[in-house]
């Protein structure tokens, strides 16, 4: 794979990459790839595709929630940067 | 635990006053003392408080008896990506290194109720991606069996922790066989059950239409058992279903049992003859053998590392170092994302978030993820109509016994290791590892496994069989 769509991937994914990390991944991306490919092919072989199984929707009543705030201590505590009862980040428009 | 005893055997040792909860704690503390600082099963020891449990435990096994809840005075090890309230849970990664759990996973809460004692928790791969636990961003851990050699992934603390006698038992996550292969290097018993069995709330998500919690044990009466205690429906995990929603699977005299012979060419040859030397075993118990034709299993490989990273890189999308975990600043907020993640994240959590979002990207979509779950719901029909005819699938659970640590150096060779053990992930059926035999490498025994696979909601019937097979 070429770098720069390492790069674009990387941009995408919101991760910065090293050189060394770009010239690791377009190397082995491409064996990867090459592999996991053999899915179009057993598509692309005519087979049919069912109609998918197991899967309904799950639906609850829309009651019995927790009292306001129980858990907000404990949640608000693990944020990196906090102000009062707010995650603080850093400004997004200018 | 001393001679490898078993929860049941822990049990009536407590019940009859030969053990105490405090004497097993302490026993389990002084092997990690012993052994843990170079194996490295376990990435944090919650010494005072379960000792403090262990003597409530006393008081209720005094007081109740054998009306005692099932695990009272058990010592039991977690998986570093299960949620035990005021716990760290890093999932051994950096960007969760300093991350306290602020609930109780499902299954913590349950075992929990059931009396077990949380000795403390245990490495992985980071974020379970792995099949060596060396990906842990604190240490790697060893085999206990031979310290050379991986303990397998990404549940190689889990499993070490229990081969190396601290515990009973221990709990792992398995989304491509992380329980299993662990299970199988480390001469285990490991359950992967019936997607949607076990509750996936507070386990820390990965794929989440593959993670799965299940034991690890040295009997498989001792992973029904933890099965039984931490299955059924669960409010806060619309996947866990309800009994009924799948027929039964019932037990039988003897069963039907079909291999695919066609996936057993190029593995070792001794790993074949241990296996052989299983089959034979299962026939002299009265099952019958036949061979089964599945070629979807071996595309099923490709499938899921197209499936897999998709939804890794949706699932890690959350580690943004705002809400929790690290924080890296950079110049604004984008770069704070993507500092954060840099270096919060190892390789090859980066290698499956990039792959993920290729396979997921406009282009691409229909060519790779699309495929890919078709191919998943072409196996689901495969498995269906071959369970029509026979009653489990029998396979070995790797290729291999465990490998040298840092013997496995690129990404594509490690993924083919999971050849047998993902395919139960993919369509959603329990399966069951089971020690089968040993192979000698360098002059030293090393375990290999079996694994058998059921219809879905067949764990019943997948501890009959291992039951059968292993004597109890």
């Known amino acids: 794979m070429k770098r720069e769509d390492i790069i674009a991937l990387a941009d995408l994914s919101r991760i910065e990459l090293s050189e060394e990390e770009i010239e690791r991944f377009s190397k082995e991306f491409d064996d990867i790839l090459a592999y996991v490919q053999t899915v179009k092919d057993i598509v692309e072989g005519g087979a049919a595709t069912p109609a998918l199984g197991a899967v309904a929707n799950v639906f609850r009543e829309d009651t019995h929630p927790h009292e306001a705030g129980v858990y907000s201590e404990a949640l608000l505590t693990a944020l990196p940067s906090r102000k009062g009862q707010f995650a603080e980040v850093k400004k997004i428009l200018g | 635990m001393k001679k490898n005893r078993t929860i049941s055997e822990l049990r009536t040792a407590l019940l009859s006053g030969e053990e105490t909860a405090v004497g097993l704690i302490e026993e389990s503390l002084a092997v990690i003392a012993a052994d843990d600082g170079d194996i490295h099963a376990y990435v944090d020891v919650f010494a005072d408080d379960v000792r403090k449990d262990a003597e409530k435990a006393d008081v209720i096994l005094k007081e109740k008896g054998d009306s005692a809840p099932l695990l009272t005075g058990i010592p039991l090890a977690m998986k570093g990506n299960i949620l035990i309230e005021g716990k760290r849970a890093t999932a051994s990664s950096k960007i969760l290194e300093?991350?306290?759990?602020?609930?109780?996973?499902?299954?913590?809460?349950?075992?929990?109720?059931?009396?077990?004692?949380?000795?403390?928790?245990?490495?992985?791969?980071?974020?379970?991606?792995?099949?060596?636990?060396?990906?842990?961003?604190?240490?790697?851990?060893?085999?206990?069996?031979?310290?050379?050699?991986?303990?397998?992934?990404?549940?190689?603390?889990?499993?070490?922790?229990?081969?190396?006698?601290?515990?009973?038992?221990?709990?792992?996550?398995?989304?491509?066989?992380?329980?299993?292969?662990?299970?199988?290097?480390?001469?285990?018993?490991?359950?992967?059950?019936?997607?949607?069995?076990?509750?996936?709330?507070?386990?820390?998500?990965?794929?989440?239409?593959?993670?799965?919690?299940g034991p690890l044990t040295h009997s498989v009466t001792d992973a029904e058992q933890i099965f039984s205690l931490i299955a059924g429906k669960d409010a806060y995990d619309a996947t866990a279903y309800e009994m009924g929603t799948y027929p039964d699977v019932v037990s039988k005299e003897a069963y039907r049992i079909g291999v695919p012979y066609e996936l057993l060419e190029g593995i070792e040859p001794d790993v074949r003859a241990a296996f052989d030397a299983s089959v034979e075993?299962?026939?002299?118990?009265?099952?019958?053998?036949?061979?089964?034709?599945?070629?979807?299993?071996?595309?099923?490989?490709?499938?899921?590392?197209?499936?897999?990273?998709?939804?890794?890189?949706?699932?890690?999308?959350?580690?943004?170092?705002?809400?929790?975990?690290?924080?890296?600043?950079?110049?604004?907020?984008?770069?704070?994302?993507?500092?954060?993640?840099?270096?919060?994240?190892?390789?090859?959590?980066?290698?499956?978030?990039?792959?993920?979002?290729?396979?997921?990207?406009?282009?691409?979509?229909?060519?790779?993820?699309?495929?890919?779950?078709?191919?998943?719901?072409?196996?689901?029909?495969?498995?269906?109509?071959?369970?029509?005819?026979i009653d489990c699938i029998l396979t070995p659970t790797a290729p291999t016994p465990a490998f040298k640590i840092g013997e496995k150096g690129d990404p594509l060779s490690m993924y083919l290791g999971d050849i047998f053990t993902v395919s139960a992930n993919l369509i959603g059926v329990p399966a069951l590892a089971l020690p089968g035999g040993t192979v000698v490498r360098d002059g030293v025994h090393l375990p290999v496994g079996i694994q058998f696979m059921a219809p879905h909601n067949g764990e019943n019937r997948l501890f009959d069989i291992g039951k059968r097979y292993r004597g109890e």
């Open chain 2, 281 to 389: 075993v299962l026939k002299g118990q009265g099952h019958t053998i036949v061979d089964v034709s599945l070629p979807l299993m071996k595309s099923g490989l490709a499938a899921y590392y197209v499936v897999i990273p998709a939804e890794i890189s949706s699932n890690l999308g959350r580690y943004d170092g705002v809400r929790f975990g690290l924080h890296i600043d950079g110049a604004n907020l984008l770069e704070d994302y993507r500092k954060t993640r840099a270096q919060g994240f190892g390789s090859e959590v980066k290698r499956r978030i990039l792959l993920g979002t290729y396979v997921l990207s406009s282009g691409y979509y229909d060519a790779y993820y699309g495929a890919a779950q078709k191919v998943r719901d072409l196996m689901r029909e495969e498995f269906r109509t071959a369970f029509a005819d």
């Open chain 2, 98 to 213: 300093k991350y306290i759990a602020p609930y109780n996973a499902t299954v913590t809460e349950r075992l929990q109720k059931a009396g077990a004692l949380f000795v403390g928790s245990t490495n992985m791969d980071e974020f379970a991606m792995g099949s060596t636990t060396e990906s842990s961003v604190f240490f790697a851990t060893k085999n206990p069996l031979d310290r050379t050699r991986v303990p397998g992934g990404s549940s190689g603390g889990s499993a070490a922790a229990v081969a190396m006698g601290s515990v009973p038992a221990a709990l792992g996550t398995d989304t491509g066989g992380s329980v299993r292969l662990p299970a199988s290097f480390c001469g285990l018993v490991g359950l992967k059950p019936t997607y949607g069995a076990v509750s996936r709330h507070g386990l820390i998500a990965m794929g989440s239409s593959f993670d799965q919690a």
